[in-house]
T-cell receptor, first 116, second 112 residues
Framework: ELKVEQNPLFLSMQEGKNYTIYCNYS?????LYWYRQDPGKSLESLFV?????AVKQEGRLMASLDTKARLSTLHITAAVHDLSATYFC????????????????FGKGTHLIIQP | DAGVIQSPRHEVTEMGQEVTLRCKPI?????LFWYRQTMMRGLELLIY????????DSGMPEDRFSAKMPNASFSTLKIQPSEPRDSAVYFC??????????FGPGTRLTVL
């Protein structure tokens, strides 16, 4: 059974600081996704990481994937209040199934609060 | 594109009643997914379809749950009979091959 673990689950930080959210998963996969969810809203796609060593950046967020370590990180640089949200990583089992599109297994999410 | 469309957005019903949730995927996407989100269990995959064919329904919690995709532009998730523990936000998502899943706004279901 594929398991996805995020840490921390809760993070309160001040504006201007840097921090990293970690996502570990239990079995081989080379497809990892990061989503953002605001309270009462749906999930917004942030990053798609499709190979070992993949790194993607958008504004103050940067995501990376190490498939050998089964680890992805989401780094926040110089945090601003607007980044307050819950961040989810999710793993696609496709590498295991070998088939077409597959469902995602999500971590529990990291609830991020950025205080002025 | 309007994105993934779900209806209703909110549903309040009584235990024992039938509930039908609806989803229209993004045009051109050939995969459709149903997820459920609760505080206790987080986000769970219920079932997904590729090219209108159900591929994996192992996440469907009980026989009370069923899903159909009669054509490429419409899917339903039905709960019959509903129970209070079914209360959750149900998301539909769609994707094209090798791309991320795009989520609909969700249906917030409350079973009294």
């Amino acid at each position: 059974e594929l398991k996805v673990e995020q840490n921390p689950l809760f993070l309160s930080m001040q504006e201007g600081k840097n921090y990293t959210i970690y996502c570990n998963y239990s079995t081989t996969s080379d497809r990892l996704y990061w989503y953002r969810q605001d309270p009462g809203k749906s999930l917004e796609s942030l990053f798609v990481l499709l190979s070992n060593g993949a790194v993607k950046q958008e504004g103050r967020l940067m995501a990376s994937l190490d498939t050998k370590a089964r680890l992805s990180t989401l780094h926040i640089t110089a945090a601003v209040h607007d980044l307050s949200a819950t961040y989810f990583c999710a793993v696609d089992k496709r590498a295991l199934s070998g088939g077409g599109a597959d469902g995602l297994t999500f971590g529990k999410g990291t609830h991020l609060i950025i205080q002025p | 594109d309007a994105g993934v469309i779900q209806s209703p957005r909110h549903e309040v019903t009584e235990m024992g009643q039938e509930v039908t949730l609806r989803c229209k995927p993004i045009s051109g996407h050939n995969s459709l997914f149903w997820y459920r989100q609760t505080m206790m269990r987080g986000l769970e995959l219920l079932i997904y379809f590729n090219n209108n064919v159900p591929i994996d329904d192992s996440g469907m919690p009980e026989d009370r749950f069923s899903a159909k995709m009669p054509n490429a532009s419409f899917s339903t998730l039905k709960i019959q009979p509903s129970e209070p523990r079914d209360s959750a936000v149900y998301f539909c998502a769609s994707s094209s091959p090798d791309n991320e899943q795009f989520f609909g706004p969700g249906t917030r279901l409350t079973v009294l």
